[in-house]
């Protein structure tokens, strides 16, 4: 499914109505925007708020690691637990994709940071998808297959029956 299609499926965060090619609700007059090829498709509300804190933590606790000279026995930054999940996580993906016959399908990588996930699903055969995540400078580039957005999933900007009903799961076990 070529990205214009997911794009055709994109839905206003607040009220669900369709927000392409505007990237406008005419319903509740929310507006998004495209910001160096990524969507930034958001609630600006307290739940955001608690998604950007959320990032804040993470990079602060990351910057504390990376500039200690004498960090806690066996602490590791987010960062670095990255590379050392994803043995763990594709084994994951690899059975949930197994079970789920996602072949073809349309899927969304809930957190989805660099999106390698969504790659790993698109070389086995899923048609398009969506990459998620609160912090828009983990995101992938756009791609003809991967569409970038910068939400929360709490608030998924696209129509209701957009993805395949796939198991949703805690990649990183941190």
């Not at 990524?38 to 307290?46: E, F, K, Q, S, V």
Request: glycine share 6%; hydrophobic share 45%; net charge negative.
């Amino acid at each position: 499914m070529p990205v214009i299609n997911m794009l055709n499926k994109l839905a206003c965060p607040i009220c669900r109505q369709p927000i392409w090619p505007n990237l406008m609700c005419e319903r509740c007059q929310w507006i998004g925007i495209m910001r160096n090829g990524r969507l930034i498709l958001h609630r600006n509300d307290a739940s955001w708020e608690s998604c950007m804190a959320q990032v804040e933590a993470v990079n602060k606790i990351d910057a504390y690691a990376v500039n200690a000279t004498n960090m806690p026995a066996g602490y590791k930054p987010v960062s670095a637990c990255v590379s050392e999940a994803i043995d763990i996580n594709i084994k994951m993906i690899e059975r949930i994709y197994a079970k789920a016959n996602c072949n073809g399908g349309v899927f969304i990588d809930l957190g989805g940071s660099k999106g390698w996930a969504a790659e790993w699903l698109i070389e086995r055969g899923a048609a398009c998808g969506a990459v998620l995540d609160i912090d828009e400078s983990n995101l992938p580039d756009a791609r003809f297959n991967i569409v970038p957005i910068c939400a929360d999933g709490y608030h998924i900007p696209f129509l209701d029956k957009t993805f395949l009903s796939c198991p949703i799961l805690e990649r990183f076990p941190l």
